[in-house]
């Protein structure tokens, strides 16, 4: 990938003067000559030459700011021209960020704060912005999206789902639209034409896997065109002008990453597959999964199979082989061979144990709907590969959908790795630093916040036992409402939200349900969750890109209080929960529970030891904080085994491609199951 090597002009002279205190509340001040000793740390963070710019910025925004909007327009097209005449856009970068400080003023009433301007040139800068929940991404997100629109290239910005995509570009368009720029949005189901126009537009939102998917086609598409013997300008020749027989993506220029750290780290471990047209065999396959979703409940662990807890996989043992050939078949699976029903029973045990309704996926409409567990929400048109799909179908008795072969391919590393320029932006990036910079060349830049942050972390709460552990959350609940405070409940599946919403409704206490369940209603229910006495249990669709604004009086009696009842597998989706409160600095609160019998601790520390705690934990009716350490050390055993999985895909992605190319093939086609 060419990366963007910009040199931001660093101030001539290093400030001494010392700076006033930042009084608490407002916004902070970055002046040159004004920065004292803070100078000297925003110099070691490598800030300084970030800072040195906005004199500049604010110069042009004095020359600006009392023009029409005509003129402002016109001198936008203006930047737009000399960008496309070769002038370097670090050039013009004081002039553009101007304009769009002045645009965000006059269309939303939103001036960029000077923390968002730095924020902006990092993106630019070809790096990762680390900026606080609540400091403003959305608005931040528009100062390098305009800059590198100027050349007319196309810009993606990408989100972590439809949703968010949605509702950004339509946030920001009125900024856009006064500059001259146009906006597009993909979503899942759109048709040909109307993504071809949205990727026609100057900046496009999207999610990353729309992104992924409409590459593959096209590139599917254009092999498609070539194979007619008629070249790329197939269509022209044969005399055929359907819009749909033409490729909807421009070149890959320049990508912003919203919520970097999810869409290329937390999605990066499943490959982007479209499938192939199905065979003959498709019914012996249907026939095959529901078969042994019958059958896998005559199987024992440790008897007829083995199953590697850190792997999560499942082997049966000779035992278990010879069962399989005892078990009664249908007369349609005579032809298929032995090996064959083995991997069969061995997917049905592994769905069984490890996919769980609720968790990883939802029924909607007699259709196995996979929930994505780092947001909370659907991820629509996603299945599982390798038969877990339709394993996961045949348990829970819905149609049996075909298991396909593999028409294209590409992975987030690869998809992200073929854009000219990269920037992203998330809340949550220091713990992943080295991978960011690892795989995708990327630094992580920490901006300070607008305003001095006021959140309180209180104290872990550790129990022996998951009754005990959600007694005092109801109790803490109960205390806190009493007060007015309103309360933001994290849960990590949809089957727990809905079970400590019986416990709350038993124990009298008015509240709302947010997971996937009523997608629809989410914009309702996060509007209400910040007023006075309101209780709001969510799953994670309440962290990433959700922004709870505070009622009236609220902000007196201490702010939202975040209860998160259990960790993560990843300390970056505690963390955006915990981001909920305590905005552009507002006061909040936040307390995490947690119990001996949590997953954290099986995944992390395996079934041995988790069993001794359990057991351990039964008959214990203190708290116990001394256990908190032990969750941290399981939660990073995890993270460390989600990375070295994704080390894996992407040496064995490198090695297939280059196996590809060798033998002429197209690496993202000609993709082996």
Same mark, same amino acid.
């Given at each position: 990938?060419?990366?963007?090597?910009?040199?931001?002009?660093?101030?001539?002279?290093?400030?001494?003067?010392?700076?006033?205190?930042?009084?608490?509340?407002?916004?902070?001040?970055?002046?040159?000559?004004?920065?004292?000793?803070?100078?000297?740390?925003?110099?070691?963070?490598?800030?300084?030459?970030?800072?040195?710019?906005?004199?500049?910025?604010?110069?042009?925004?004095?020359?600006?700011?009392?023009?029409?909007?005509?003129?402002?327009?016109?001198?936008?097209?203006?930047?737009?021209?000399?960008?496309?005449?070769?002038?370097?856009?670090?050039?013009?970068?004081?002039?553009?960020?101007?304009?769009?400080?002045?645009?965000?003023?006059?269309?939303?009433?939103?001036?960029?704060?000077?923390?968002?301007?730095?924020?902006?040139?990092?993106?630019?800068?070809?790096?990762?912005?680390?900026?606080?929940?609540?400091?403003?991404?959305?608005?931040?997100?528009?100062? $390098?999206?305009?800059?590198? *629109?100027? @050349? /007319?290239?196309?810009?993606? +910005? &990408?989100?972590?789902?439809?949703?968010? #995509? !949605?509702?950004?570009?339509?946030?920001?368009?009125?900024?856009?639209?006064?500059?001259?720029?146009?906006?597009?949005?993909?979503?899942?189901?759109?048709?040909?034409?109307?993504?071809?126009?949205?990727?026609?537009?100057?900046?496009?939102?999207?999610?990353?896997?729309?992104?992924?998917?409409?590459?593959?086609?096209?590139?599917?598409?254009?092999?498609?065109?070539?194979?007619?013997?008629?070249?790329?300008?197939?269509?022209?020749?044969?005399?055929?002008?359907?819009?749909?027989?033409?490729?909807?993506?421009?070149?890959?220029?320049?990508?912003?990453?919203?919520?970097?750290?999810?869409?290329?780290?937390?999605?990066?471990?499943? $490959?982007?597959?479209?499938? *192939?047209? @199905? /065979?003959?065999?498709?019914? +012996? &396959?249907?026939?095959?999964?529901?078969? #042994? !979703?019958?059958?896998?409940?005559?199987?024992?662990?440790?008897?007829?199979?083995?199953?590697?807890?850190?792997?999560?996989?499942?082997?049966?043992?000779?035992?278990?082989?010879?069962?399989?050939?005892?078990?009664?078949?249908?007369?349609?699976?005579?032809?298929?061979?032995?090996?064959?029903?083995?991997?069969?029973?061995?997917?049905?045990?592994?769905?069984?144990?490890?996919?769980?309704?609720?968790?990883?996926?939802?029924?909607?409409?007699?259709?196995?709907?996979?929930?994505?567990?780092?947001?909370?929400?659907?991820?629509?048109?996603?299945?599982?590969?390798?038969?877990?799909?339709?394993?996961?179908?045949?348990?829970?008795?819905?149609?049996?959908?075909? *298991?396909?072969?593999?028409?294209?391919?590409?992975?987030?590393?690869?998809?992200?790795?073929?854009?000219?320029?990269?920037?992203?932006?998330?809340?949550?990036?220091?713990?992943?630093?080295?991978?960011?910079?690892?795989?995708?060349?990327?630094?992580?830049?920490?901006?300070?916040?607008?305003?001095?942050?006021?959140?309180?972390?209180?104290?872990?709460?550790?129990?022996?036992?998951?009754?005990?552990?959600?007694?005092?959350?109801?109790?803490?609940?109960?205390?806190?409402?009493?007060?007015?405070?309103?309360?933001?409940?994290?849960?990590?599946?949809?089957?727990?939200?809905?079970?400590?919403?019986?416990?709350?409704?038993?124990?009298?206490?008015?509240?709302?349900?947010?997971?996937?369940?009523?997608?629809?209603?989410?914009?309702?229910?996060?509007?209400?969750?910040?007023?006075?006495?309101?209780?709001?249990?969510?799953?994670?669709?309440?962290?990433?890109?959700?922004?709870?604004?505070?009622?009236?009086?609220?902000?007196?009696?201490?702010?939202?209080?975040?209860?998160?009842?259990?960790?993560?597998?990843?300390?970056?989706?505690?963390?955006?929960?915990?981001?909920?409160?305590?905005?552009?600095?507002?006061?909040?609160?936040?307390?995490?529970?947690?119990?001996?019998?949590?997953?954290?601790?099986?995944?992390?520390?395996?079934?041995?030891?988790?069993?001794?705690?359990?057991?351990?934990?039964?008959?214990?009716?203190?708290?116990?904080?001394?256990?908190?350490?032990?969750?941290?050390?399981?939660?990073?055993?995890?993270?460390?085994?989600?990375?070295?999985?994704?080390?894996?895909?992407?040496?064995?992605?490198?090695?297939?491609?280059?196996?590809?190319?060798?033998?002429?093939?197209?690496?993202?086609?000609?993709?082996?199951?």
């Amino acid at each position: 990938m060419e990366t963007n090597q910009t040199t931001l002009d660093p101030p001539e002279t290093e400030p001494t003067e010392k700076p006033d205190p930042p009084k608490r509340g407002e916004p902070r001040k970055f002046r040159a000559n004004s920065l004292g000793s803070f100078y000297s740390q925003l110099t070691k963070q490598g800030l300084a030459r970030f800072v040195g710019q906005l004199p500049l910025i604010d110069k042009f925004e004095a020359e600006l700011k009392d023009r029409s909007d005509r003129e402002i327009r016109k001198y936008s097209l203006g930047l737009r021209h000399r960008a496309k005449s070769g002038e370097p856009l670090y050039k013009l970068l004081p002039e553009a960020f101007a304009l769009v400080r002045i645009a965000g003023a006059r269309t939303m009433n939103m001036r960029h704060y000077e923390v968002q301007l730095i924020g902006g040139m990092i993106m630019f800068d070809g790096a990762i912005a680390e900026m606080e929940t609540g400091e403003g991404k959305t608005l931040t997100a528009t100062l $390098p999206t305009y800059l590198y *629109a100027l @050349p /007319g290239k196309g810009v993606h +910005v &990408a989100t972590v789902n439809d949703y968010l #995509a !949605a509702r950004d570009a339509e946030l920001m368009m009125p900024v856009y639209k006064m500059l001259g720029m146009t906006v597009g949005v993909i979503e899942s189901q759109m048709s040909s034409d109307d993504r071809r126009k949205a990727y026609s537009c100057d900046i496009t939102y999207g999610t990353s896997k729309e992104f992924g998917f409409d590459f593959l086609r096209d590139r599917l598409l254009i092999r498609q065109t070539r194979e007619q013997g008629l070249g790329v300008l197939g269509p022209l020749l044969a005399g055929k002008k359907e819009k749909n027989e033409e490729p909807v993506q421009r070149e890959h220029f320049f990508a912003l990453v919203d919520e970097a750290d999810s869409v290329l780290i937390d999605d990066a471990r499943t $490959p982007l597959v479209i499938s *192939a047209i @199905p /065979g003959e065999a498709e019914k +012996v &396959a249907v026939a095959c999964h529901q078969w #042994a !979703a019958n059958a896998e409940r005559e199987f024992e662990e440790d008897n007829h199979y083995e199953y590697d807890h850190d792997k999560k996989s499942v082997e049966l043992t000779v035992t278990g082989r010879l069962l399989v050939r005892q078990v009664p078949k249908p007369k349609l699976l005579d032809t298929v061979g032995l090996v064959d029903l083995y991997d069969y029973i061995e997917r049905a045990i592994k769905v069984k144990r490890d996919f769980h309704s609720g968790q990883h996926y939802v029924i909607r409409d007699g259709e196995i709907v996979i929930v994505d567990e780092s947001t909370g929400r659907i991820a629509e048109g996603r299945k599982w590969s390798y038969g877990i799909h339709q394993a996961i179908e045949a348990k829970e008795g819905v149609e049996v959908t075909v *298991a396909t072969g593999q028409a294209a391919r590409i992975t987030v590393q690869d998809l992200f790795l073929r854009y000219r320029h990269l920037g992203g932006m998330t809340g949550t990036a220091s713990s992943s630093k080295g991978e960011f910079k690892k795989i995708y060349k990327l630094n992580v830049i920490k901006c300070p916040t607008n305003r001095i942050p006021q959140r309180k972390l209180w104290s872990d709460r550790v129990f022996g036992n998951a009754e005990a552990k959600w007694s005092a959350i109801v109790e803490e609940i109960r205390e806190i409402n009493a007060s007015g405070r309103p309360i933001l409940v994290g849960t990590r599946t949809i089957e727990k939200s809905e079970e400590l919403s019986k416990r709350l409704t038993e124990a009298g206490i008015e509240h709302e349900v947010l997971n996937a369940h009523q997608v629809a209603l989410e914009a309702e229910i996060v509007s209400r969750a910040g007023q006075p006495g309101k209780v709001t249990v969510a799953t994670n669709m309440a962290g990433r890109g959700t922004d709870i604004k505070l009622g009236e009086g609220v902000h007196d009696l201490g702010g939202l209080h975040v209860i998160c009842t259990e960790l993560h597998d990843s300390a970056r989706i505690d963390r955006q929960l915990v981001g909920r409160c305590g905005r552009q600095g507002d006061p909040g609160s936040t307390r995490q529970f947690m119990a001996l019998d949590d997953d954290c601790l099986l995944i992390g520390l395996g079934p041995k030891r988790y069993k001794k705690l359990v057991a351990f934990g039964e008959n214990q009716s203190a708290e116990l904080p001394a256990y908190a350490k032990l969750f941290r050390q399981a939660q990073r055993r995890i993270e460390n085994k989600h990375f070295g999985d994704r080390k894996v895909l992407l040496y064995h992605e490198k090695q297939r491609k280059k196996m590809h190319r060798e033998m002429g093939q197209d690496p993202y086609l000609d993709s082996p199951d």
